[in-house]
């Protein structure tokens, strides 16, 4: 079997339910070319299921080729008539969980999962201000539920304390901090799935 791992990946269209099944087939008999089709149309779309599990772009990578390495070493056992898709799916869902058990029993793994959840997150954080995504920035907070906007805009904008914008509010700390965590999450995601957002 080739190694894709450094291969740029795009997803080939399937016009039909019938050529999946075709490549199906042909990946039971051996045929590394259906692989190859499998791979490219599916590859992507699991590759940002699993990111946002791991939140590591190198753990992604390594669970991608584990479930497509399964794949390959099960061929002979699949039935075109089934989903392809909801097998490798559930192919990839059995080796995330698994991953987070070895986690959980590893304290380096678990400590390295968080610190690049923590950089990821950091790195939207960062991007979120830059100069060519303000006005979209402004218009995403402006559709924050009202205390949710004000919070933000006084914490995030403003730059004061949680303690400082408690205070004015008259609510707690913790309080001021669950309305930013909501509010970066809802900016965040937004921004992720806009066309126009600049990252880089």
């Not at 909801?86 to 610190?115: C, G, P, W």
């Not at 303690?163 to 913790?174: I, K």
Request: hydrophobic share 35%; glycine share 2%; net charge positive.
């Amino acid at each position: 079997m080739r190694d894709f791992q450094s291969e740029n990946i795009t997803a080939l269209p399937f016009t039909s339910l019938y050529n999946e099944k075709e490549l199906v087939s042909q990946l039971s008999t051996g045929s590394e070319a259906a692989f190859e089709q499998l791979y490219k149309h599916y590859c992507p779309g699991l590759a940002i299921k699993l990111l946002r599990i791991t939140k590591s772009e190198q753990y992604t990578s390594d669970l991608l080729q584990e479930a497509f390495l399964r794949i390959w070493n099960r061929r002979a056992s699949l039935d075109p008539e089934k989903s392809f898709l909801s097998y490798i799916n559930t192919v990839v869902e059995h080796l995330a969980i698994d991953y987070f058990r070895k986690a959980s029993r590893d304290r380096q793994l678990m400590t390295a999962i968080k610190k690049a959840a923590i950089s990821a997150y950091d790195s939207i954080e960062e991007a979120l201000y830059r100069k060519e995504n303000a006005q979209l920035l402004h218009s995403l907070i402006n559709s924050l539920p009202p205390q949710r906007r004000q919070v933000f805009q006084l914490v995030k904008i403003e730059g004061r304390s949680y303690d400082e914008v408690g205070q004015l509010l008259n609510v707690s700390p913790s309080t001021i901090s669950d309305h930013i965590v909501k509010a970066t999450k809802q900016i965040r995601e937004c921004l992720l799935k806009h066309p126009d957002y600049a990252v880089g």
